[in-house]
């Protein structure tokens, strides 16, 4: 997978959306369920039944929307639609919760005249509480003359799934299949409770490629695994994190699968998308100040690389340092040292941007100052060499700031 994500196969689409792609249309509104007047009400509409897949959070208490989008997509492989709510998860709710999810997903299938089975239901906000069904039916009832193909409609898609997010965050692009242009475009949600398997979010990837459910859902695990599944915040893993995609299929390209010439256009495109959504996750975490994206080589194999990197990027003293512009590189070696992998003690490298910080596992002699300003800049990247052999991986986090408890402490008032 790494090697198929060079930036010649696919080109982004400044002002593309997840309504670029044909067949689909997005919206949202505010429909009473938070207390302010944001927008707190959503979805994504696909003119066809699209072909669908998604992933799921990791934690055993799942919310209500996640069971009623799985039984969704496993009923048919295909979605018209997903309907989206912040301000509250519908998550720990019981039975009662379990229905409100079912009756949101059949009241917005009457409404748009498609079948239920085909549409997705998701929710974020608040653990715990019941959602208010009359505001919830009342929005829905409104989505309708909220919908439209332009890039203000999925704008208002975006706004509509923020909870304690600063930023909207969207992305499209633009690969060549078959000679034909195909778009792939997402749009995500998330700020706190990110942790990797997933993380506290919410993301939708539409796209006009024609491909199977099958496929689509292979290549979207795949993709996780070295994008959302590579982020961190604070180490808590929410109970309604999912991605969904849906491919409509208008770009009328032969159907993708593993032996086609053109897969590795459609995957490097799908990559892009997905890490450019978690790194904005990871930009946008709850008081951060900067990106930190850690790059780890010469492991013993990807996957170790992958576990020292998001133990890294995952370390409260690091981040804390990063916050503080400290070149504290002791607390990188520390990380490295209790990620359960295998290093070799006196070959290892460290460096903050380009100033290196350790070479063969000795100090080496740095610009303090030099450091200070690297370290205050917004997205830092810290290296770090092995030199064992050949795995390699990239994660991505924030700083650790006084509004991260801020933020946390007061977010149910």
Not at 189 to 203: H, V
Not at 317 to 345: C, E, T, Y
Request: charged share 20%.
């Amino acid at each position: 997978m790494g090697q198929l994500a060079g930036a010649e196969l696919f080109t982004v689409v400044p002002e593309g959306s997840i309504t670029t792609p044909k067949g689909f249309t997005a919206g949202g509104l505010h429909s009473g369920l938070k207390k302010s007047t944001r927008h707190d009400l959503g979805a994504i509409i696909c003119s066809v039944p699209a072909a669908a897949a998604g992933v799921y959070t990791l934690n055993a208490f799942q919310a209500a929307p996640i069971k009623v989008t799985k039984q969704s997509i496993a009923s048919s492989g295909l979605l018209r639609a997903v309907v989206v709510n912040s301000g509250n998860a519908n998550a720990c709710t019981g039975e009662q919760g379990e229905q409100d999810a079912f009756q949101m997903r059949n009241h917005f299938a009457e409404v748009f005249a498609v079948p239920e089975e085909q549409v997705a239901v998701a929710s974020t906000g608040v653990i715990g509480e019941l959602l208010k069904m009359d505001k919830l039916i009342g929005g829905i009832d409104q989505l309708p003359t909220h919908l439209g193909d332009d890039r203000n409609a999925a704008e208002q898609f975006c706004q509509a799934i923020l909870t304690t997010d600063l930023v909207q965050k969207m992305i499209c692009v633009q690969v060549e299949i078959d000679g034909r242009a195909v778009h792939i475009a997402g749009a995500a949600k998330g700020s706190g409770m990110i942790a990797p398997n997933m993380a506290t979010m919410l993301g939708f990837v539409t796209t006009d490629a024609k491909i199977e459910g099958t496929v689509l859902e292979t290549l979207l695990r795949q993709v996780t695994d070295l994008s959302f599944n590579m982020i961190t915040v604070d180490g808590d893993t929410s109970t309604n994190d999912m991605l969904v995609a849906m491919a409509s299929g208008l770009a009328e390209n032969t159907s993708l699968t593993e032996a086609h010439p053109d897969l590795a256009k459609f995957v490097a495109g799908l990559r892009h998308v997905c890490e450019h959504l978690a790194k904005g996750i990871a930009r946008d975490g709850e008081g951060a100040t900067k990106l930190v994206e850690v790059q780890v080589q010469g492991a013993v194999s990807d996957e170790a690389a992958q576990a020292i990197a998001k133990t890294i990027v995952g370390s409260s003293l690091v981040k804390s340092a990063m916050f503080g512009a400290d070149a504290n590189w002791g607390r990188i070696i520390a990380a490295i040292g209790r990620a359960g992998q295998p290093v070799q003690v006196d070959t290892v490298d460290i460096a903050l941007g380009s100033i290196q910080t350790l070479q063969q596992s000795k100090p080496v002699v740095f610009d303090e100052e030099a450091a200070l300003e690297y370290l205050k800049g917004d997205t830092i990247i810290i290296h770090v060499d092995l030199h064992m052999a050949d795995g390699a991986a990239k994660a991505w986090g924030c700083d650790l700031t006084y509004d991260y408890v801020r933020i946390n402490a007061a977010y149910r008032t």
